[in-house]
């Protein structure tokens, strides 16, 4: 090997790590976008450990209720200010809003989990259902945040393969949440059942995100249908044009080719 051959071989390197570092940096990014990143985390926690906390101190059902309710109103309330988007603040308001309901109709206030147990529950049934469908649910969330929609069921094997395992992840990782809750929710008090539903809130959401991030990092790259449609539209604007064009040139040359026919003595002309 030559010296002038080595700077070539480290270029190509150096460009397949930078791509690889790129595709790790966009799978991060819409992982975050995708699952509400650290403040999704807390406007997720925050109305169940106001509720917890409350209700150790002075068993108080209706001021436990009303001040995660409140709690998850204020933050959509300051998504809203920002502009920001409030799609995890209103799935917390609803996840809340149902479990007050099932809690003051009971007089239980372990319902005030359960609808949020029950949703963990049907997700991961969800994740695995369709896993087996061959339609994985994370490729269905994912797939718009990488402008992708659902190429990668027919036209990108490998990423469909990385979809099917982050699938089983979630499902998986949320069965065996609901595996340590559903019995709580029978045999433990409102307090115990309480405080281990907030410790379990983030740690298995972190290993499932980041089993996800693994299987995608090493997937191909995603087929951007939204750059491609684009392309094609150019394409076919471009021929269009390019159609016109000769029709106009095809035209001007029968206009002025042998044997026109005179327009003022209906006579053909004679060069």
Not at 68 to 81: E, N, T, Y
Not at 181 to 195: K, M, V
Not at 235 to 240: K, L, N, S, Y
Request: proline share 5%.
């Amino acid at each position: 090997m030559t010296s002038l051959d080595k700077p070539t071989e480290d270029t190509t390197e150096d460009t397949e790590d930078t791509a690889a570092g790129d595709a790790r940096a966009v799978t991060e990014a819409a992982l975050f976008e995708a699952f509400g990143g650290v403040r999704g985390m807390i406007e997720t926690v925050l109305p169940g450990l106001l509720f917890v906390t409350i209700y150790t101190v002075n068993k108080d059902l209706r001021m436990s209720a009303i001040a995660a309710l409140a709690v998850s109103v204020v933050l959509v309330v300051v998504r809203l200010a920002m502009r920001d988007t409030v799609k995890h603040a209103f799935s917390g308001v609803f996840g809340v809003a149902f479990g007050v309901v099932f809690a003051m109709m009971t007089g239980n206030a372990k319902d005030f989990y359960l609808p949020g147990m029950l949703y963990t529950c049907g997700l991961a049934l969800a994740y695995i259902i369709t896993t087996l469908a061959g339609v994985p649910l994370i490729g269905l969330i994912l797939g718009p945040v990488f402008k992708e929609n659902l190429s990668w069921r027919t036209r990108n094997p490998g990423r469909k393969k990385a979809y099917a395992k982050a699938s089983w992840a979630w499902g998986l990782i949320l069965l065996a949440k609901c595996a340590i809750l559903f019995p709580l929710y029978w045999w433990a008090d409102t307090t115990q059942l309480g405080w281990v539903l907030v410790a379990l809130k983030i740690p298995p959401f972190l290993l499932a995100v980041w089993l996800t991030w693994v299987f995608l990092a090493k997937a191909p790259a995603p087929i951007d249908v939204f750059a491609e449609m684009d392309a094609a539209e150019q394409a076919e604007q471009a021929e269009q044009a390019e159609q016109a064009e000769k029709a106009a040139k095809d035209g001007s040359g029968r206009a002025g080719s042998p044997g026109a026919v005179d327009p003022v003595g209906g006579r053909h002309r004679k060069d």
